[in-house]
DNA sequence: TTGTAAGCGTTATCAA
DNA sequence: TTGATAACGCTTACAA
């Protein structure tokens, strides 16, 4: 059985087939006829065809979403946010994963996927990266989580975001201080968001007479955290360590291995995160709240207003971070 | 400055729209023809329209990819290898992330992607559920890490990779037994495939005259490991244990609180991880190895084969789980 | 082996 | 406010 086009509802409701396109996509209609179309489609369960609709013109209703490699929940957060935003706006989200840097080269050589969207947007991916490919991202392109001076973006302020975490160790009486996070230049599309956080952290130390040895910055990684036996290290050696952990996963780790030592959070070292991960608030730990919903949010709502009334001016959308005070901290 | 259509190659390089077509599509064309229509395709830059390709009821050498949550690099490494082998076929992966059940009344509602995809494969998705849904998935679709009777699918005896867990820990000497795992019931749309690797490890284990008490299984999870205060008391009151992590993440919370504790994997305790993630090679972890590469690409050979060779009859690959001896078993 | 022409299901233009 | 009708770019009979 044939899936109903709109012929089928035009006959059924006795109109013509641009007025039923008419109803689909918000013409003028008189409003009884509009019922009358609106229960016919119901009626014959009929759903537009995409591919008629682009090939005649109209829009795809899709946006484009580069996803970096997904190791936090703060990926899938936003994700989910902007989503439900763009959900909510009757957008569709089309997910390109960014396996490496051969990906981008296939999109470059067909960029079918790019054109079947009404616009795209990258989540935390290096712009230079990004823009050496040459690949045309057509205007419709929204940041997330990195800045350029050509685009509309969506990021936090990472650079006060390491200032508060100083500020917060400071506060505590914290004398000698520790970042944990990991190594960017290993990631092909990574943006420099640890690098802000680290040097707003720094910045703020100096300025309060600290410093921030260049031997006390640890190395961690998502998936295998080899900052153990530093950690070890500093937890035993340390006359209570102000300990700034740029991701609440390098948090974590931290946590567990002073539990294992009977070193107690907030008392024998100070600790503060970055994310304000769900599990956070249960483990008591102070960090930096990124509100990633909202986020998430304001980048769906960025691109549809791109897709629907461009206009000529750009709207970068800067958002502050704030810190959540718990034990740790 | 449009883009150029199959009538502008058919124009210059002097045949009909059809010859391209057939060019294009790989039906007969005297060679001569042939190499003139590919000067002419590669001399403008020519790149087919997919809607049109869609609308004329040409496929869309697109693949669906049902994504849940992605916390390790168990997915990852899968979709990648998926996506290359899909890619050698000239296929193109959509991910379509499961957030929750509202995304899939979602597509329910509107299935115009799933329409606009020639197949489509879950990823560690419990198919009670997505059955339940009532979308239509049409005829193409092959399961990824789950089973039934009624699909394609391609999957690891995880049954026999709790037996290969137990045989290593009794080999070892280990007098009690524990295993770390999560709870899927918490998850709507988990596979019951950590259900199977406990029961293949507690039926070994009865096998040789050991049993896996009730109260050994400890809850873990990915984004917080809560299991923490259990491993202590373990590590420190049992003589010689054996545990076996049913993922190779929640070997390593123990590794580090073991660590921590100065206890020595493959002397004081035994542990076996299941995955063979990449850094537990460096780790000295002991686990299961998962071909994932192997089963990302299987995947994808036999979703290309159900869409351009459709036979009658179900093809289920079941991939075989291997012990990697390292040293901490 | 090739070309002509009839769809595919929309949107958009233009008259009515 | 409506309805014919001409695109949109392709695949696929069918004819040559």
Chains 1, 2 share one sequence.
Not at 39 to 49: M, R, S, T, V
Not at 71 to 99: C, G
Not at 152 to 176: F, S
Request: hydrophobic fraction near 40%.
């Amino acid at each position: 059985m044939k899936k109903p086009t709109i012929r089928d509802v035009a006959r059924l409701s006795g109109v013509g087939i641009a007025t039923v396109s008419r109803v689909l996509n918000g013409g003028s209609v008189k409003l009884s006829t509009k019922k009358r179309v609106i229960w016919a489609i119901k009626n014959l369960g009929y759903e537009p065809n995409t591919s008629a609709r682009t090939l005649a013109g109209g829009k795809t209703r899709r946006v484009l979403l580069f996803m970096p490699e997904v190791r936090t929940e703060f990926h899938w957060r936003v994700m989910k946010a902007f989503d439900d935003a763009l959900d909510s706006q009757n957008y569709e989200m089309v997910i390109y994963p960014m396996f490496s840097g051969k990906r981008l080269e296939r999109l470059y050589n067909d960029n079918s996927l790019l054109r079947d969207s009404d616009g795209a947007v990258t989540f935390t991916m290096n712009m230079d990266f990004l823009l050496k490919s040459r690949i045309d991202f057509g205007r419709n392109l929204v940041l997330f989580e990195s800045q350029s001076d050509d685009y509309d973006c969506v990021y936090l302020d990472n650079v006060l975001g390491g200032r508060l975490a100083a500020e917060i160790l400071i506060e505590n009486g914290a004398k000698e201080f520790f970042t944990v996070t990991f190594d960017e230049r290993n990631s092909l599309l990574a943006t420099e968001n640890f690098d802000k956080r680290q040097v707003g952290f720094s910045k703020a130390l100096e300025k309060s007479g600290y410093r921030l040895k260049k031997e006390n910055t640890v190395y961690s990684s998502f998936f295998f955290e080899t900052a153990h036996e530093r950690i070890v290290e500093i937890l035993s050696e340390c006359d209570r360590p102000g300990i700034f952990a740029l991701a609440d996963n390098f948090a974590l780790e931290i946590l567990q291995t002073a539990s294992a030592m009977k070193k107690v959070p907030g008392v024998d070292f100070f600790l503060i995160g970055y994310d304000n991960q769900s599990w956070t608030e249960r483990a008591g730990l102070t960090t930096i709240n990124q509100p990633m919903e909202d986020m998430g949010k304001k980048a769906a709502e960025l691109i549809v207003q791109k897709i629907e009334n461009p206009v000529s001016y750009l709207q970068p959308v800067k958002f502050l971070p704030e810190v959540v005070r718990r034990k740790t901290a």
